[in-house]
């Protein structure tokens, strides 16, 4: 719990792709393992993975070219080179311990991707809030101006379908995910801070490590390379000073006048939001995007930074990519209206991403209607260290129904559950409506009987939350 991976050490260097033989993913469904499969097919490796039950994801996959298993079992491990894990694998896993024990190769999720990118010009994008939505859009902008960029993002682009692709361009853009430090093995030409905040703290254990590991990711590209960082949150904005005066070249984003890439003049409308920007050259020109929030305006700005001043884009170009943005899944995605109630899924699992999701639905819903929340905290560790922010996050809500934790990689801590955030968010708001509702199950019906016609309902969490939706519609829709 000091910020250190003691499985792999992720500043060594990566083996080329054509060294790793016939490639096996442990959890090969999961967001992150998929993407990187997915390159790998499409690079002409030998490609296998397991998984622990079906999904569209495993479907897809072996459409593509992929041996996929539901289970997990040794033989799975049969011909096969390199075994790729993410930091969620625990090495009592029967395929895992078994490929240690034949001395396999076994790399993380983040060592084979960069694998892939050898020969490519690296974009890696980081941040507590914002790299996939960042990631997408870059990706996005860079094909509008006929790159073909190839990509792996922790989220499926919603015009695509696909959460990585291997392009024909020369340019590889990667979500680097800080959350076990294995942001460190890309060595990106150009690096990307969205913003450094304290999360992650079972792995980091304090705040300043959490800075320490975006200080080494800064120092981590390439000479000549560029990192663009935004101005308006204060942990950027010091890790921006601090890596220009060490020599590398720093461009930073914001609504700051001091920034390099300056957004003012916001004009909402709907779903629809406008910005002027002017960049270094003094220029301003429309940057427009069509979905909500001031966070996505920041995002699109890094995106307009990076492709315009790192990539060497044609500006117009890259704001019309911009604004053909349709989305990722699962950020401030809608799920449908059923009787006059509109439903809305989003991801955020930290406070900052629950706060900006909160507050653009808030600000979306307006006098028309009320916002009601169902929120599954993600990570006993995390509920633990953050229920006031969390409280405060969700405060703007006029009914929130929080489901149980979603533990994922953790086992249950004593003390640590929901009602930890329901007694902070009663204390900052003691007028709303908060209630704990521990049975998934139980959660479409609680909200049925609460929504009222113009309200709209926002689903938040990492975890299973994202299918509380459709069984919300179909009990809205029976109410």
């Not at 779903?271 to 069509?290: F, H, K």
């Amino acid at each position: 719990m000091n910020g250190e991976n003691q499985r792999f050490t992720f500043t060594d260097p990566v083996p080329p792709l054509e060294e790793l033989g016939a490639v096996h993913f442990i959890a090969i469904g999961g967001a992150g393992m998929s993407g990187v499969a997915r390159v790998m097919l499409a690079r002409g490796c030998r490609v296998s993975g397991s998984d622990a039950k079906e999904s569209p994801v495993l479907a897809a996959l072996s459409a593509e070219g992929a041996t996929v298993h539901v289970g997990h079992d040794v033989t799975h491990l049969d011909g096969v080179d390199t075994v790729v894990v993410s930091s969620a694998i625990r090495e009592s896993n029967v395929e895992l311990a078994e490929a240690r024990r034949r001395g396999l190769r076994v790399l993380h999720r983040s060592q084979a991707l960069a694998s892939t990118m050898s020969g490519s010009r690296r974009v890696a994008v980081a941040g507590a809030n914002g790299k996939t939505t960042t990631t997408s859009m870059l990706t996005v902008a860079l094909q509008h101006c006929g790159v073909d960029p190839s990509f792996a993002a922790g989220g499926e682009l919603a015009k695509h379908g696909t959460n990585a692709h291997w392009g024909t361009g020369d340019v590889f853009v990667a979500e680097a995910d800080e959350s076990d430090g294995s942001f460190l093995v890309y060595r990106p030409d150009v690096a990307v801070v969205t913003n450094v905040q304290a999360d992650h703290l079972d792995f980091y254990g304090t705040f300043a490590n959490v800075q320490q590991a975006y200080a080494q990711f800064a120092a981590s590209v390439q000479p000549g390379g560029l990192l663009v960082a935004c101005h308006d949150d204060a942990g950027s904005l010091e890790l921006a000073e601090a890596t220009r005066a060490a020599g590398t070249r720093v461009l930073t984003y914001g609504w700051s006048p001091q920034a390099d890439v300056v957004l003012r003049d916001e004009v909402s409308r709907g779903l629809m939001s406008r910005v002027t920007v002017t960049g270094p050259d003094g220029e301003d020109r429309a940057l427009r995007i069509n979905i909500p929030g001031r966070h996505n305006l920041l995002n699109a700005a890094a995106a307009y930074t990076v492709a315009v001043e790192g990539l060497q884009q044609d500006p117009t170009r890259v704001l019309d990519g911009l604004f053909g943005f349709t989305g990722t899944r699962r950020r401030f995605e809608p799920k449908g209206t059923a009787a006059g109630v509109t439903v809305v899924d989003d991801y955020a699992h930290n406070p900052g991403k629950v706060s900006a999701v909160v507050s653009t639905a808030a600000e979306l819903v307006g006098e028309r209607g009320r916002l009601v929340v169902v929120f599954q905290p993600h990570l006993y560790s995390r509920t633990r260290d953050f229920a006031p922010e969390f409280a405060r996050a969700l405060a703007p809500a006029d009914v929130v129904l929080l489901m149980e934790v979603y533990g994922a990689r953790e086992d249950p801590v004593p003390g640590v559950s929901s009602e930890l955030v329901a007694d902070a968010l009663r204390a900052v708001r003691p007028d709303a409506d908060v209630t704990v509702v521990p049975s998934w199950s139980a959660v479409a019906g609680e909200v049925a009987r609460r929504a009222r016609p113009g309200d709209l309902v926002l689903t938040v969490g990492a975890g299973d939350v994202t299918m509380v939706g459709p069984e919300i519609l179909r009990a809205l829709g029976e109410s």
